[in-house]
């Protein structure tokens, strides 16, 4: 089975950094990677984000896999990442009202 250590959802702070280290057992032993949003991102067990930014959170996994005679083998682990941080300040770009039940507001929040 894979694993990545830590708890299932992981924690960085806007600016800082964040490593997580994944572990699998297998005979050759496993070569690993990590995936974001269906990318490869990295290889190696160990996946290190630094200079965190706020869309630097959602879900990676990483792959384990060997080969062997009879075959090809992999399994993987997924972790989230939330990033914290101070509010962010925003501009509101446009705001329409169309009636007093509906009103539309467009936002931009920089990094």
Same mark, same amino acid.
């Given at each position: 089975? %894979?694993?990545?250590?830590?708890?299932? &959802?992981?924690?960085?702070?806007?600016?800082?950094?964040?490593?997580? &280290?994944?572990?699998? %057992?297998?005979?050759?032993?496993?070569?690993?990677?990590?995936?974001?949003? #269906?990318?490869?991102?990295? &290889?190696?067990?160990? @996946?290190? @984000?630094?200079?965190?930014?706020?869309?630097?959170?959602?879900?990676?996994?990483?792959?384990?896999? *060997?080969?062997?005679?009879?075959?090809?083998?992999? #399994?993987?682990? &997924?972790?989230?990442?939330?990033?914290?941080?101070?509010?962010?300040?925003?501009?509101?770009?446009?705001? *329409?009202?169309?009636?007093?039940?509906?009103?539309?507001?467009? %936002?931009?929040?920089?990094?």
């Amino acid at each position: 089975s %894979v694993a990545i250590a830590g708890a299932a &959802t992981q924690v960085g702070v806007k600016g800082g950094a964040i490593s997580l &280290t994944c572990s699998a %057992v297998g005979n050759p032993s496993p070569s690993f990677e990590w995936r974001r949003l #269906g990318s490869m991102i990295t &290889t190696g067990a160990t @996946l290190q @984000l630094k200079a965190l930014h706020f869309a630097d959170g959602g879900m990676y996994t990483c792959v384990a896999s *060997n080969t062997i005679e009879a075959g090809a083998r992999s #399994g993987q682990a &997924t972790v989230e990442i939330r990033i914290e941080g101070p509010p962010q300040k925003c501009n509101v770009l446009s705001a *329409n009202s169309y009636d007093a039940s509906e009103v539309n507001i467009t %936002v931009n929040c920089p990094e």
